[in-house]
Structures are given as structure tokens and as C-alpha cells.
């Protein structure tokens, strides 16, 4: 699809370009988003998270239907621990750190049963999947270069957290020269006043960081 869909937004229209775009799903992983998982066992609210799941869902099947790159991300760290910072460890103060043993496996960890993606948003063997060791999905990655090998200009990102790992992509995309699309319906956090103002922060000043709009105007405009 090389036509150019104007996509409601704010703080203006975002011109999407399909054929140049890529669907970028942020951490949508068990740990975070399942009840019992890690995110729950430190006391979070997981509904806000799981609001975000049939949203993704519709828009991942509609962007899937026109053949569109879809990119997933996973924030976690090597077996051995090696590419975990110290500072990251520890910070929180937390009886159970990273690594440890957690409800769903050793906590952030490639390979864990909790590190792994929901079974409703689960990538296509053709999806690339991006395993992060940090916040943003561009630090200590390939996704630049796979996005530079693609053509993929544009981005609409999804996932969670809103203020945390989407935030800090979109971020580093901005930086790299990717224009964003965030659709607030498919972003959340375990707070709703910062996933509030994640989303402000990234439409502010005319657009600082990227777009903010919704699914809805997405799988309309791909028809």
C-alpha cells in the first residue's frame, strides 16, 4: 500500500504511508500483563495493562491482512545475567530482583515462561522479535538496521508501558528520524495518571516526539 492515509491525530493528521510503516509492539510479554504474573506480584493493577490486548489485537489482525511489517519487542536480559547492569539490579530495593525466581520463571529473563508474549498478540514466525535488554527498543539491538534494510520511515508503536518503554522508544526514534504514531487505546500503564501523561508528553509542542490517536482510525483508514 504505497497510497498516503491521512490518520486523525494529535496534534495533527499523521500521513500514513503503509508500505513504509511498521507495527512496533512494545513488551506485550506474560510477566507484565497475566494475573499472577511479576507485574501483579508487586502489587500492580494488570487490568490496566489488559484493556490494551483486544485493541492490539484488532489492529494487529487488520495490519497483518495487508501484509504489513510487524516488529515485536521483549524486554529481558541473558541467562547468565551478563548484559544486566548493576544499577538495574538492584534499583527498588525489591526482596526479588531480576533473575530471581518468579511466579512465571526467573524474572526478565530470555527463554522464561514469563518473558515469553501473550498468546493473543504471539508473533508470526515471519514477525521479528526484538529482545532488549533495556527500556528502549533501539538501545543494544538490531531494530534500527532492520528497519533501514525494510524502507520503514513510520512507526506505529503500541505496548506497554505508556511513560516507561514506549515512551523511551518513540523517544530514540524521534532521535533517528522515524515519525510515530502512538494509538492511546493500545498503550497503557499500571498508572493511569502517567499513561495520561506519557501521551501528553509526546503530542506536546506541536508533536515533540510523534502522533497520538487511536486504533479505531487506523483499521478504518487500511480499509
Not at 491521512?6 to 500483563?33: G, H, N, T
Not at 491482512?65 to 544499577?87: N, Q
Not at 506541536?206 to 479505531?216: A, L, N, Q, R, Y
Request: proline share 7%; hydrophobic share 40%.
Amino acid at each position: 500500500m504505497s497510497a498516503v492515509l491521512s490518520i486523525p491525530a494529535e496534534p495533527y493528521a499523521f500521513d500514513l504511508v503503509p508500505a513504509k510503516c511498521a507495527l512496533l509492539i512494545i513488551d506485550m510479554q506474560r510477566d507484565f500483563i497475566e494475573p499472577g504474573g511479576f507485574g501483579e506480584m508487586l502489587g500492580n493493577d494488570v487490568s490496566q495493562l489488559r484493556r490494551t490486548i483486544e485493541p492490539n489485537r484488532l489492529l494487529l489482525a487488520a495490519w497483518r491482512m495487508k501484509g504489513l511489517s510487524v516488529i515485536h519487542t521483549r524486554e529481558g536480559h541473558r541467562p547468565d545475567l551478563a548484559d544486566l547492569p548493576p544499577a538495574k539490579k538492584i534499583r527498588g530495593r525489591s526482596a526479588t530482583c531480576i533473575g530471581d525466581p518468579g511466579p512465571m520463571g526467573r524474572i526478565l529473563v530470555r527463554g522464561e515462561e514469563g518473558h515469553d508474549i501473550i498468546p493473543e498478540l504471539y508473533p508470526l514466525a515471519t514477525e521479528p522479535v526484538i529482545d532488549k535488554p533495556g527500556k528502549g527498543a533501539f538501545w543494544a539491538t538490531d531494530l534500527h538496521a532492520i528497519l533501514q534494510n525494510r524502507g520503514i520511515t513510520q512507526l506505529i508503536v503500541t505496548g506497554v508501558t505508556t511513560e516507561v518503554c514506549v515512551n523511551t522508544t518513540v523517544r530514540e526514534a524521534n532521535d533517528r528520524g522515524y515519525d510515530c504514531l502512538v494509538p492511546a487505546d493500545c498503550v497503557g500503564s499500571y498508572f493511569p495518571e502517567f499513561h495520561e501523561m506519557g501521551l501528553k508528553m509526546i503530542k506536546a509542542q506541536g508533536g515533540i516526539f510523534g502522533w497520538v490517536g487511536d486504533s479505531k482510525s487506523i483499521i478504518a483508514a487500511l480499509g
